[in-house]
């Protein structure tokens, strides 16, 4: 099992120009995490999907956009990037709420 | 709204010297806690976890710790830490009703050879 991956690994931006960060599970998990990583302030959740074809907001959504693509599968967009969207960004797995997630290896995106 | 504290932001030690970092959650109720470490340059993994029954749980490569529900406390423990021990460390705590997990701000762990 491949657990959680993620593409691309490194990415760099210019302001206003737009990417898609993909992830995917193979652990037929239900719900799917999207994390940034700023020095200091920790994980914040962006978006989260519970189950298939159900995503809600978390904490720092502004800018972004997400899709459950399937239940394998779940993208998460920049359509105008900013300076203040360079971090690093996780997609996690878990099975169920209360379960320890699964992450994959992050993206590293720095926006010019 | 539910919260976790962590109180050590950095932490530096030499070799074979214990290790405790503290970690506070705000919820009351029945909670599931996970403590996380993130090696350099990497992504998260588990390091342990606390569902119920015995207070003490162990984890990997000698870690430990320890849930007191009185001082909504779940803080982390090593009696001798070695150089490749040197990572952030995350709590979280699930948050309860929602699909959502909080996770603390993390402590940087250095050890000196």
């Known amino acids: 099992n491949a657990g959680v991956t993620q593409t691309p690994k490194f990415q760099v931006l210019k302001t206003g120009q737009s990417m898609t960060l993909q992830c995917a599970q193979d652990m037929n998990h239900n719900s799917m995490y999207w994390y940034r990583q700023d020095p200091g302030m920790g994980l914040r959740l962006i978006y989260y999907?519970?189950?298939?074809?159900?995503?809600d907001k978390g904490e720092v959504p502004n800018g972004y956009n997400v899709s459950r693509l399937n239940k394998r599968e779940f993208s998460l967009r920049l359509e105008s990037a900013a300076p203040s969207q360079t971090s690093v960004y996780f997609c996690?797995?878990?099975?169920?709420?209360?379960?320890?997630?699964?992450f994959g290896p992050g993206t590293r995106l720095t926006v010019l | 709204a539910q919260s976790v504290s962590q109180h050590n932001h950095h932490v530096i030690l030499s070799e074979a010297a214990s290790l405790e970092l503290g970690c506070n959650y705000s919820?009351?109720?029945?909670?599931?806690l996970f403590w996380y470490v993130q090696y350099p340059g990497q992504h998260l993994q588990l390091l342990l976890k606390?569902?119920?029954?015995?207070?003490l749980v162990k984890g990997i490569k000698g870690f430990e710790a320890e849930f007191i529900k009185s001082k909504f406390s779940f803080n982390l423990r090593k009696p001798s830490v070695q150089w490749s021990d040197t990572a952030e460390y995350f709590c979280?705590?699930?948050?309860?009703?929602?699909?959502?997990?909080?996770f603390g701000t993390g402590t940087r762990l250095k050890v000196l050879a």
């Open positions: 996690a797995s878990t099975v169920s709420y209360y379960n320890e997630q699964f």
């Open positions: 999907s519970a189950s298939e074809g159900t995503t």
């Open positions: 606390y569902f119920s029954g015995d207070p």
């Open positions: 919820y009351g109720g029945t909670v599931n």
């Open positions: 979280a705590v699930p948050t309860s009703g929602t699909y959502k997990y909080i």
